[in-house]
């Protein structure tokens, strides 16, 4: 009688499936550990990269934006726009604080607000409450690169003062301000935040890094500009009087009475562009590093 063949018996079919079910569980774990300890910036970071690749656009620089050429976070998220329109519409506030996007990133302006004494850098305590309730939002929500100006109006430095013209009071100015974004701001939410910040949820240093800040004076050359422009309306207006003057068509004392009350304009006008350019402008780029 003839012996049977004996059939050929390969590797165990269920070790491929086991083996790659066991890798599976290993990658997932690794993730789980990693984002147990992750700040929130880089778990933004890699949320987007992850969400631009799925949607087949390239990996932008923007934490929470798209790409380059699109919105930064601070406008494209509706959580964060919600939370500065709060602050815009406030009463103290209102119609003292404006956004602007532009080319270069998004603008926030804090106009007519008390932010220093004359002539001096020193924050004063309604614009503390303010830069904190802004800066807790911006600083908080991007990694961006960020430009602080700071402004002066047009009237001269006083001779005993520390700073040699209006422009160094301006840079000294935006830098109070960063000197707040970077150690007081930063030291209270650390004393707020602390138990994130112990159990790495919230990672501090990340976003009050002060190579993120860059501290530029303007001093009075933007309000220079609106004054010339000012003088020149008002001069045109008494130059179109004096020709009706001449024209027979008003006598000396209306002229003279048109020309008081167009300088009365002036100095009133200049009065509101002095309280304008007591202002901060906080400029968040579209690029977070330079």
């Known amino acids: ?74 406008t494209s998220n509706p959580g964060i726009r919600q939370e500065l329109l709060k602050i815009i ?40 409450d303010l830069l904190y309730r802004i800066g807790t939002i911006i600083l908080e929500h991007t990694s961006n690169a960020i ?31 960063v000197n707040f974004f970077t150690t007081e701001l930063k030291n209270r939410r650390f004393v707020e935040k602390m138990a994130e910040i112990n159990s790495g949820q919230f990672d501090i240093d990340y976003f009050y890094n002060s190579d993120r800040f860059f501290p530029i004076g303007e001093g009075d050359s933007e309000i220079a500009k609106e004054i010339s422009l000012l003088r020149s309306e008002i001069d045109s207006r008494k130059s179109i009087a004096f020709d009706h003057f001449t024209e027979g068509e008003l006598n000396s004392a209306q002229l003279q009475q048109i020309e008081r009350e167009l300088e009365n304009e002036y100095n009133t006008r200049l009065n509101e562009l002095r309280q304008k350019y007591r202002r901060i402008d906080i400029l968040i780029l579209r690029q977070r590093v330079r």
Do not use: C
């Open 1 to 74: 009688m003839p012996r049977k063949k004996r059939e050929k018996t390969g590797d165990a079919k269920w070790m491929q499936t086991f083996s790659d079910m066991t890798t599976l569980l290993l990658t997932m774990f690794i993730a789980l550990f990693s984002m147990a300890t992750i700040s929130p910036g880089k778990f933004q970071q890699a949320v987007v990269s992850l969400q631009n690749v799925f949607e087949g656009q390239p990996i932008g620089v923007l934490v929470g934006g798209r790409s380059i050429s699109e919105e930064p976070l601070i």
């Open 147 to 177: 430009e602080i100006y700071g402004f002066t109006d047009d009237q001269p430095v006083l001779p005993s003062s520390v700073y040699p013209s209006n422009w160094h009071l301006s840079a000294a100015r935006a830098a109070s301000v």
């Open 89 to 128: 519409e406030d009463e103290k506030y209102k119609g003292k604080i404006t956004i602007e996007e532009t080319d270069k990133g998004t603008i926030i302006s804090m106009r007519d607000i008390a932010f220093f004494r004359p002539g001096s850098a020193e924050l004063t305590a309604e614009a503390k």
